[in-house]
């Protein structure tokens, strides 16, 4: 029975495998070019797609058009599908079915057989950066404290996940390079870490950076990725630093007891690779880029000797004249930076500060040969005590075993330090000593240490000196010198005081504002819900009572004065609409302007942040009809003082919009191709929303609403013959009382009609809930040709 039942499911697999062709899908020869390839593949889409064909079948045909294309476009999977009759996603379907394949090799189904994708959009290659639940919690949140995570969320049913995969596979190959955490949520088997990062939709993208969670919000581009990717970290990483404050630079050591590295490249911004690095030594060592190419540099390269034809880092300790460290390399990578940055994690002389530093460097004896011997000077901070710590910085300076750590701690600010003192018979602290040495081991991460001080106190003479290298020396033979113990008390943290407690809390509070700000920016509102209901609750329940009480008495007496003012002006001739607010008034007319390769520079290019060109596009023949219709749309909006209004002649800058629309593709990709006959796109009635100084757009595509507006009044009137032209209410009203011919051409109401949504289109836009479409750079406007 068995037998029987595998042979006639071995041979209707083999049937279907044979059934599913993609160049007879796609309707092309084997021989076909990527150019015919893409041709079928856009009008089978057209043709197939759901959400236009209602056969039932249209879905399985549309999955089948979509899988044919991404075979015979890859000439990888075509080549091997043109040998073996498969491709590497019919050999590969998950960990689950390995087994099942490994039964045997020629076992394959179809994803239509089931009408069902069995692998759908996701990519095999994501399937090492799959997450789940506890992975995300127990693994990329910590780990987020060092590094940022790029995750994706995607599903087997996101179609539209396909075309962000090559660009989506670039970014990982050179992000994880960099050192940037890379992941992917399945949506169908991981609703739970889905619905925990606030995603609601696929294909997304989103960043992790210090537990934070931040959606990416642009065009799926390889450069805004990497932007994306290096907004994510905190500011004030790396300094800039120059001839002018590089001394102040290296000389804080003492205030974040932290070394210093400097990178010397020729490029104008600081590396990511640098930036992420930062990021991940950002509690050990303090970072600063120095630029070649600026003139202010010139003495600083002189004074290190510093070869400009390579990158060359530099490690400080305590010494700014002369640096502890230096490597030089043509092509810095992660491995050579991070073995670099881990051998000068510490200062010659670091203070204990907290438990943490006291953990790593001075670990826990584990193994006989992993012995670490901890050398601490226990001092003060008064300026007695300068000349003793100097003087046992210069003699850790020469010092070259592995074995010894050196240290100073603070006898005031570590209860630690007290307890060795007074389990000793020594009588060496007081106002002429310069502290005390004490030699220790630590034995357990309770506490437990084996210590002896060095008797006499330290003064930093030669003396000294001279009684501390014996004594290491005779460690180095006998370690049962160490006859003290002691339970030390865990340290106290010096970072938290009440000063660096506010300014990490400043920084903290500037992030945390920064991400809420660009979250309402883009309008995530479901993410921003929960936060924002918090804060309206409470602040209704702090304010609201007290502010309608202060105000309910005098309202009435503030109404009246305003209303007499009113009526005063207008008995004497002023405009009765007189407005008390700040807000500008709303202008009586619409000043638009032409956009020509005069004014382009000003009107765009040019533009002030925050404010956008909302531009019509027309032809000579429908001019006069679209710019009225255009004045009566956009109206209501015209008492902003961000919005300007502009007009662009298409056939006079016919390929300026065949270039911009480049980066709409997956607006356009359907229905703006070029049919056959080879016509071109009829651009008249299209509204583009330029934001110049931020380099996107929003587009606005006519759609004929079929409604007869015959009956009602004429709006073809308006004149708009200058290049600056102002159309206003009352002139439409009178051009409205004019009678109008029954008769009028199809043509004309259509074009008539292709503006009749711009109004929920602008209100769309005031709200920021249109689609963005970034671009690298403006392209430019061609002046007007002589034939034209």
């Known amino acids: 029975y068995w037998r029987r039942l595998l042979s006639l499911s071995l041979s209707l697999s083999v049937c279907i495998a044979a059934e599913f062709d993609p160049y007879r899908v796609l309707g092309v020869s084997r021989s076909a070019s990527?150019?015919?390839?893409?041709?079928?593949?856009?009008?089978?889409?057209?043709?197939?797609?759901?959400?236009?064909?209602?056969?039932?079948?249209?879905?399985?045909?549309?999955?089948?058009?979509?899988?044919?294309?991404?075979?015979?476009?890859n000439e990888?999977?075509?080549?091997?599908?043109?040998?073996?009759?498969?491709?590497?996603?019919?050999?590969?379907?998950?960990?689950?079915q390995q087994s099942f394949r490994h039964f045997h090799e020629s076992f394959y189904f179809d994803e239509s057989f089931f009408h069902f994708p069995f692998k759908g959009s996701r990519d095999f290659a994501d399937n090492k950066y799959l997450l789940n639940y506890n992975q995300y919690i127990n693994e990329v949140v910590p780990d987020s404290f060092r590094r940022p995570y790029l995750i994706k969320i995607t599903s087997d049913l996101c179609f539209s996940c396909i075309h962000i995969e090559p660009i989506w596979k670039e970014t990982v190959q050179e992000m994880e390079i960099l050192g940037v955490?890379?992941?992917?949520?399945?949506?169908?088997?991981?609703?739970?870490?889905?619905?925990?990062?606030?995603?609601?939709?696929?294909?997304?993208?989103?960043?992790?950076?210090?537990?934070?969670?931040?959606?990416?919000?642009?065009?799926?581009?390889?450069?805004?990725?990497?932007?994306?990717?290096?907004?994510?970290?905190?500011?004030?990483?790396?300094?800039?630093?120059?001839?002018?404050?590089?001394?102040?630079?290296?000389?804080?050591?003492?205030?974040?007891?932290?070394?210093?590295?400097?990178?010397?490249?020729?490029v104008a911004t600081v590396p990511l690779l640098y930036k992420l690095t930062a990021f991940a030594y950002k509690d050990y060592v303090q970072f600063g880029y120095v630029d070649q190419g600026l003139t202010e540099t010139a003495n600083l390269l002189k004074k290190y000797n510093i070869n400009t034809y390579a990158p060359t880092m530099l490690a400080f300790k305590e010494n700014a004249d002369s640096p502890a460290d230096i490597?030089?390399?043509?092509?810095?990578?992660?491995?050579?930076?991070?073995?670099?940055?881990?051998?000068?994690?510490?200062l010659l002389v670091p203070r204990l500060v907290n438990q943490k530093l006291f953990d790593e460097l001075c670990p826990v004896k584990q193994f006989h040969r992993r012995r670490k011997y901890c050398v601490l000077l226990i001092t003060g901070e008064e300026e007695v005590f300068a000349v003793g710590k100097k003087a046992f910085l210069s003699f850790a300076s020469?010092?070259?075993?592995?074995?010894?750590?050196?240290?100073?701690?603070?006898?005031?600010?570590?209860?630690?330090?007290?307890?060795?003192?007074?389990?000793?018979?020594?009588?060496?602290?007081?106002?002429?000593?310069?502290?005390?040495?004490?030699?220790?081991?630590?034995?357990?991460?309770?506490?437990?240490?084996?210590?002896?001080?060095?008797?006499?106190?330290?003064?930093?003479?030669?003396?000294?000196?001279?009684?501390?290298?014996?004594?290491?020396?005779?460690?180095?033979?006998?370690?049962?010198?160490?006859?003290?113990?002691?339970?030390?008390?865990?340290?106290?943290?010096?970072?938290?005081?009440?000063?660096?407690?506010?300014?990490?809390?400043?920084?903290a509070a500037y992030d945390y504002l920064t991400q809420i700000g660009d979250e309402i920016l883009h309008n995530n509102w479901r993410e921003m819900m929960p936060l924002l209901s918090l804060i309206f609750s409470a602040l209704f329940i702090l304010f609201g009572t007290v502010i309608i009480q202060a105000f309910s008495d005098s309202s009435e007496d503030k109404q009246s004065k305003p209303k007499a003012k009113e009526a005063a002006k207008s008995e004497d001739g002023s405009p009765g609409s007189a407005n008390t607010s700040s807000r500008p008034p709303k202008k009586n007319f619409v000043e638009v302007t032409e956009l020509t390769d005069i004014t382009y520079t000003s009107n765009l290019v040019k533009l002030r942040p925050g404010h956008i060109n909302v531009v019509l596009v027309l032809t000579d023949s429908s001019k006069n009809i679209l710019l009225s219709k255009f004045a009566k749309e956009v109206y209501s909006f015209t008492g902003s003082l961000t919005l300007h209004f502009s007009f662009l002649n298409v056939d006079?800058?016919?390929e300026w919009m065949d270039a911009l629309l480049e980066f709409a593709q997956?607006?356009?990709?359907?229905?703006?191709?070029?049919?056959?006959?080879?016509?071109k796109v009829d651009y008249t009635g299209y509204v583009l929303a330029l934001n110049g100084h931020k380099k996107y757009f929003c587009l606005f595509k006519p759609v004929y609403t079929g409604e007869d507006l015959d009956s009602k009044p004429s709006e073809e009137s308006g004149a708009a013959a200058a290049s600056r032209s102002r159309i206003g209410p009352r002139e439409e009203q009178q051009g409205a009382r004019k009678p109008v011919p029954r008769a009028r051409s199809t043509s004309t109401l259509q074009i008539h009609h292709k503006l009749d949504r711009l109004g929920l289109w602008m209100e769309r836009l005031m709200e920021g809930t249109l689609p963005r479409y970034y671009i690298p750079a403006w392209p430019g406007l061609e002046k007007i040709t002589a034939n034209k």
């Not at 999977?77 to 590497?88: F, I, L, P, S, V």
């Not at 490597?327 to 510490?346: A, G, L, T």
């Not at 003064?459 to 009684?467: A, R, V, W």
């Open 398 to 507: 020469g010092n070259t075993k592995e074995v010894l750590r050196f240290a100073y701690v603070n006898q005031r600010q570590q209860s630690a330090s007290e307890a060795m003192l007074h389990s000793t018979s020594c009588v060496c602290w007081g106002p002429g000593a310069g502290g005390q040495v004490v030699i220790l081991e630590r034995r357990n991460a309770a506490g437990k240490v084996l210590y002896k001080p060095v008797m006499g106190g330290w003064n930093g003479s030669e003396e000294d000196k001279h009684l501390l290298t014996e004594q290491l020396d005779i460690l180095q033979k006998d370690p049962s010198v160490l006859n003290y113990d002691a339970m030390l008390p865990e340290l106290n943290n010096e970072l938290a005081s009440v000063s660096m407690f506010l300014i990490q809390w400043l920084y």
């Open 181 to 266: 955490g890379i992941g992917v949520v399945d949506v169908g088997f991981e609703r739970r870490l889905a619905n925990h990062l606030g995603a609601h939709r696929t294909p997304s993208i989103l960043g992790v950076v210090n537990g934070k969670i931040t959606f990416f919000h642009y065009a799926v581009v390889r450069e805004h990725l990497r932007q994306f990717v290096e907004d994510l970290l905190p500011q004030r990483l790396v300094e800039k630093v120059t001839d002018r404050n590089y001394l102040e630079f290296l000389n804080n050591w003492h205030e974040y007891n932290k070394p210093h590295v400097l990178l010397f490249d020729q």
């Open 76 to 96: 990888e999977k075509r080549a091997n599908y043109d040998r073996y009759g498969q491709t590497d996603e019919n050999q590969q379907y998950g960990q689950a």
């Open 666 to 679: 997956d607006v356009m990709r359907i229905d703006n191709d070029e049919d056959d006959a080879g016509h």
């Open 34 to 73: 990527q150019g015919e390839i893409k041709k079928a593949y856009k009008q089978l889409v057209k043709e197939w797609h759901p959400d236009k064909n209602k056969n039932p079948e249209a879905e399985d045909m549309f999955i089948k058009v979509t899988k044919s294309y991404e075979i015979l476009s």
């Open 327 to 346: 490597i030089q390399s043509k092509v810095m990578k992660k491995q050579i930076i991070d073995e670099f940055i881990s051998n000068n994690k510490f």
């Open 652 to 654: 006079k800058h016919s």
